[in-house]
């Protein structure tokens, strides 16, 4: 454990982006988490872009003899976490690893709030919501974005679908495109990335009427994020 907080360090690890704002949301997400959290001791970690990986930053604290908890700053469960985080922490006795973010209803509030300030009406059937996400090509981080969607239904009388920048399918602007087709008069994509990066980029071309800021900045992902390191901790001591 950690020689002054007695808990393992919390490594928060993120996709990873060239969006210089993308990079400081994520970085003061670990370090909102620290806030609530005082004393607990936490590093950054990535699997793709930029430095340093998941795996150098988990062998590195495991060689100076401290646990650590993974804790995956991503918003489904894709190859990134059941590929790249579990192996390593795999090749380490005194590591673990998190579930990711999502789905937990606290996304689905910020997702709620990020289309009224976007001015989408939840109360009008004729405005569609199309649920963007990154994608991946596993049918478990699908399913959880289903969820989410699903989720977001319940708060929203229009209807809510899903469309992916890469790897699932429908793309975005297929889903955009089908939501007009069945009838929606305006269709406003929902984003359902932590931050600015590419794939936010991407959405401004996709066709629709809107499209909502990334959830960060929000409090209530620092909680989440500390609600998914306390259920690893717990776990590990069970």
Same mark, same amino acid.
């Given at each position: 454990?950690?020689? =002054?907080?007695?808990?393992?360090?919390?490594?928060?690890?993120?996709? +990873?982006?060239?969006?210089? &704002?993308? *990079?400081?949301?994520?970085?003061?997400?670990?370090? #909102?988490?620290?806030?609530?959290?005082?004393?607990?001791?936490?590093?950054? $970690?990535?699997?793709?872009?930029?430095?340093?990986?998941?795996?150098?930053?988990?062998?590195?604290?495991? +060689?100076?003899?401290?646990?650590?908890?993974?804790?995956?700053?991503?918003?489904? +469960?894709?190859?990134?976490?059941?590929?790249?985080?579990?192996?390593?922490?795999?090749?380490?006795?005194?590591?673990?690893?998190?579930?990711?973010?999502?789905? !937990?209803?606290?996304?689905? #509030?910020?997702?709620?709030?990020?289309?009224?300030?976007?001015?989408?009406?939840?109360? !009008?059937?004729?405005?569609?919501?199309?649920?963007?996400?990154?994608?991946?090509?596993?049918?478990?981080?699908?399913? !959880? =974005? !289903?969820?989410?969607?699903?989720?977001?239904?319940?708060?929203?009388?229009?209807?809510?679908?899903?469309?992916?920048?890469?790897?699932?399918?429908?793309?975005?602007?297929?889903?955009?495109?089908?939501?007009?087709?069945?009838?929606?008069? *305006?269709?406003?994509? $929902?984003?359902?990335?932590?931050?600015?990066?590419?794939?936010?980029?991407?959405?401004?071309?996709?066709?629709?009427? #809107?499209? &909502?800021?990334?959830?960060?900045?929000?409090?209530?992902?620092?909680?989440?994020?500390?609600?998914?390191?306390?259920?690893?901790?717990?776990?590990?001591?069970?």
């Amino acid at each position: 454990m950690d020689a =002054v907080t007695g808990a393992p360090v919390l490594v928060a690890c993120a996709h +990873g982006t060239r969006n210089p &704002t993308g *990079r400081r949301l994520i970085a003061e997400l670990a370090l #909102a988490a620290r806030e609530l959290r005082p004393g607990l001791v936490t590093t950054a $970690a990535f699997v793709d872009v930029q430095p340093p990986t998941v795996a150098d930053v988990v062998a590195g604290l495991a +060689g100076d003899g401290r646990p650590a908890v993974v804790v995956p700053l991503l918003l489904s +469960g894709g190859y990134h976490v059941h590929v790249d985080i579990a192996r390593a922490v795999r090749e380490h006795a005194a590591a673990r690893a998190a579930r990711p973010l999502g789905p !937990d209803p606290r996304l689905v #509030a910020v997702l709620h709030d990020r289309l009224l300030a976007a001015g989408a009406d939840p109360d !009008d059937p004729a405005t569609a919501v199309v649920l963007a996400a990154a994608g991946s090509s596993d049918p478990r981080s699908v399913a !959880d =974005v !289903d969820a989410t969607a699903a989720a977001l239904q319940e708060r929203w009388t229009g209807p809510v679908t899903t469309g992916y920048g890469s790897a699932a399918q429908p793309p975005v602007p297929e889903a955009v495109a089908a939501a007009r087709a069945a009838g929606a008069r *305006r269709v406003v994509l $929902a984003a359902y990335l932590l931050a600015p990066g590419h794939f936010h980029d991407k959405l401004g071309g996709a066709g629709a009427d #809107a499209v &909502t800021a990334p959830l960060l900045p929000d409090d209530r992902i620092a909680a989440v994020l500390l609600d998914r390191y306390d259920a690893a901790v717990a776990a590990w001591s069970a």
